[in-house]
């Protein structure tokens, strides 16, 4: 099975900083790669698919990119509404895997 | 709106079975497969398994194999998910989300991540 690590597992991080959070395979995945956000005690949404698109409706402060088995996430500059835990997953042939999760925090 | 709405929460004593269900609306349901998604307290996401909605082709988690079951019923754009031989370390919230769009003229599903969620059940094991 293909693993997905992800890091760091927690950030702080303040107002306006630019915010990245990576993510590794274990084996490449080409883009095959989606990250969301899940805000405490909400359903996950996604965010990104395919390593870089952006989801219709997600401010364009975030941004993906990576391929094979390096990926990352990263906000531009970090608002108070994105404290949450982000996760990425693999995809392919039905077959998924999430990452652990990073929580995100304001310092 | 394209929703999907899952039904209430369940209380299961171990070694007994659940089943979930996933009802979609606003969108054709047999064009896109379903995944479902669990959350133990406190813990990250863990991918249980995969279904087509097209055909009721399903891949599930390795650690869920004999286990789990899912289903769908065309007629009522709903999907299932049944685990069996529950446990305390089956207690979480699942989620069903939709997943995957199938090409007709490809005859292949093609993957977007998961872009509509359930709102979740929570599923208590408890003796």
């Known amino acids: 099975d293909i693993q997905m690590t992800q890091s760091p597992s927690s950030l702080s991080a303040s107002v306006g900083d630019r915010v990245t959070i990576t993510c590794r395979a274990s084996q490449g995945i080409s883009n095959y790669l989606a990250w969301y956000q899940q805000k405490p005690g909400k359903v996950p949404k996604l965010l990104i698919y395919a390593a870089s698109t952006l989801q219709s409706g997600v401010p364009s402060r975030f941004s993906g990119s990576g391929s094979g088995t390096d990926f990352t996430l990263t906000i531009s500059s970090l608002q108070p509404e994105d404290v949450a835990t982000y996760y990425c997953?693999?995809?392919?042939?039905?077959?998924?895997?999430f990452g652990q999760g990073t929580r995100l925090e304001i310092k | 709106q394209v929703q999907l709405v899952q039904s209430g929460a369940e209380v299961k004593k171990p070694g007994a079975s659940v089943k979930v269900s996933c009802k979609a609306s606003?969108?054709?349901?047999?064009?896109?497969?379903i995944s479902w998604v669990r959350q133990a307290p406190g813990q990250g996401l863990e991918w249980m398994g995969w279904i087509s909605a097209y055909n009721g082709n399903t891949n599930y988690a390795q650690k869920l194999q004999g286990r789990v079951t899912m289903t769908t019923d065309t007629s009522t754009s709903t999907a299932y998910m049944e685990l069996r031989s529950l446990r305390s370390d089956d207690t979480a919230v699942y989620y069903c989300?939709?997943?995957?769009?199938?090409?007709?003229?490809?005859?292949?599903?093609?993957?977007?991540?998961?872009?509509?969620w359930g709102q979740g059940t929570t599923v208590t094991v408890s003796s």
């Open positions: 606003g969108y054709t349901f047999t064009s896109y497969g």
């Open positions: 989300a939709r997943e995957g769009v199938y090409d007709i003229l490809t005859g292949y599903f093609y993957y977007y991540g998961m872009d509509v």
């Open positions: 997953q693999k995809y392919n042939s039905a077959l998924s895997t």
